[in-house]
């Protein structure tokens, strides 16, 4: 059965206590990263997104989206897709190191285990052609009737998704040294085919026998003549390209992992717009030096104008830009101060991208604030601590948390973190750790004005306000559509091996405007609240 495309099903209406009142400050999302697409035998474009964990389906006609497999389902971070003449949509698992089969009449097996960073796939003649996405990766056939992958290649320098071309070659990308390969069907050794290319992400064949190559760096579509290898660019678009398909007729549609926009690429090379941008998340949220607002969304940095508008200030594949970045706060100088999911806190500079690491070999990082003599707070969740950076010197704040997220520094610097495992938020002070707020389902992200604490729980999907100074506690907002939907548990995305460290679990931030209104990050449908008291 398929379902809105919408994670939350209709739009969530927020309820706000009196005199509070809330606004979109961007849209919801549709969807959540846009990867490997395929149109399929009923002419619909299917999409798989890895990072929002589903599988959709867009009339290419109306625009409509779908959904065939939803998050918590049983196919899981879906990153490539591709049909075989019965109609079998296979599906490579990019996280979970498998690759499914999902019948017609909504079935769904495993055909293939143990395959880290299962990324492209492809059906030739009912052939099936799989590649991993990582160093040292691996190419094989695959034999939907239990067989053993046949190994065609390893060795690879991040290889992704392929094709087989006119010539019986198999063709992918090597994003690791920006080239395309070339191997026989039944193997050998592999040989390149292009070089000097910008983040080739994909590759396939149109039915003039063109190579399409899709560059996530430039933007760029190439069209490739095999024989020549003449190339020129058929269109240009914004950064963070990931995949395209080609209908019968080749019709070219383009997808984005970076916002989960798809459109569709017209003749004279301009963009008909299938799905809007949107984020991944959001996650993290900041203001910076400059008065703008960032959101920190997994494989890029977002800045959100007061219109809605956004601008990926950086992207991963760019060169400059510090990982899967999950935590944000205002440095000094322009800079941001970000945590990625590979265990580093990074000063970023968002219009020079300066990047400088600043602490490394860190686990499952979430949250970040800065304190006003420039200390920088980190809420360590895989390790349960609250650590500090200072003049060049980390040190252990706290220890023995049950995975703090949020954390937040009052103006007389008062240290509040967020206990998700545990339910509640605490304050820290010289390795005292004291409750502050208790009874809570799962509280993220935190933040401080004056004399008040608000903190996101995303387990009750409230935002929760609390004075320091008078100890009363009130719900400012409800029906938040934050984590996952009602009722769903979402598998737990392990992250992508040489690539992007996981586990990747979700972080609903929090900051506040200096004009006293309150931004969070409303990742259960891809948006960014703001809420403000009248």
């Known amino acids: 059965m398929e379902s809105s495309s919408n994670r939350f099903g209709a739009a969530s209406t927020v309820v706000t206590a009196q005199g509070w009142s809330v606004s979109r400050v961007t849209d919801p999302s549709t969807l959540f990263g846009a990867n490997g697409m395929r149109v399929g035998p009923d002419g619909r474009l299917y999409v798989a997104q890895a990072f929002g964990s589903q599988v959709s389906a867009i009339d290419v006609t109306s625009g409509a989206v779908s959904t065939l497999s939803p998050i918590g389902g049983p196919i899981v971070a879906p990153d490539d897709l591709a049909f075989d003449s019965n109609g079998i949509l296979y599906a490579t698992e990019v996280m979970s190191e498998r690759v499914c089969a999902r019948a017609p009449n909504g079935e769904v097996r495993v055909i293939a285990d143990k395959v880290p960073a299962a990324n492209g796939i492809t059906a030739w003649h009912d052939r099936l052609f799989m590649d991993e996405c990582r160093p040292d990766g691996r190419l094989f056939e695959l034999f939907p009737d239990g067989r053993a992958p046949r190994l065609i290649a390893g060795n690879l320098p991040l290889p992704n998704a392929l094709a087989v071309g006119p010539d019986a070659k198999i063709y992918f990308p090597a994003i690791g040294v920006n080239e395309i390969w070339r191997v026989p069907l039944e193997g050998g050794k592999p040989e390149v085919f292009a070089t000097e290319l910008a983040v080739p992400t994909a590759v396939k064949f149109d039915s003039k026998g063109f190579l399409l190559s899709t560059q996530g760096r430039s933007g760029e579509v190439l069209r490739i003549d095999l024989q020549s290898g003449d190339r020129r660019v058929i269109a240009k678009m914004r950064p963070g390209i990931d995949n395209f398909a080609l209908s019968d007729n080749d019709r070219l549609f383009v997808s984005h992992f970076v916002d989960g926009g798809v459109a569709e690429i017209m003749g004279d090379g301009k963009e008909r717009v299938l799905v809007a941008p949107g984020f991944l998340g959001p996650m993290g949220l900041a203001f910076g030096d400059d008065g703008k607002l960032y959101a920190a969304d997994g494989i890029s940095m977002a800045e959100v104008a007061s219109d809605g508008s956004c601008h990926r200030v950086g992207l991963l594949f760019d060169g400059h830009f510090p990982g899967f970045v999950r935590g944000v706060a205002k440095g000094a100088n322009g800079v941001l101060i970000v945590t990625t999911s590979g265990g580093n806190v990074t000063s970023y500079h968002p219009v020079t991208h300066a990047m400088e690491v600043l602490a490394t070999g860190l686990h499952e990082l979430y949250g970040v604030a800065v304190g006003a003599g420039g200390s920088i707070f980190i809420a360590d969740g895989g390790e349960g601590r609250v650590l500090e950076f200072a003049s060049g010197e980390l040190k252990v704040k ?116 200096s004009d006293g209104r309150i931004y969070l990050s409303a990742d259960g449908d891809g948006s960014i609240l703001a809420l403000r008291h009248s």
Do not use: W
């Open 398 to 513: 706290a220890r023995g948390l049950a995975r703090p997220t949020g954390i937040a520094i009052a103006p007389d610097g008062s240290c509040f973190v967020s206990e998700s495992d545990k339910g509640r938020v605490v304050q820290v002070d010289n390795g005292v750790v004291t409750a502050v707020i208790e009874g809570l389902k799962e509280p993220q992200g935190v933040a401080t004005t004056g004399d008040t604490l608000y903190v996101v729980d995303a387990g009750a999907r409230e935002l929760i306000s609390y004075s320091l100074k008078t100890r009363e506690r009130e719900t400012v907002a409800s029906n938040l559509p934050v984590g996952a939907p009602p009722g769903v548990v979402p598998k737990l995305l392990m992250g992508i091996p040489g690539l992007i460290p996981g586990p990747l679990r979700p972080f609903a931030g929090v900051t506040i405007a």
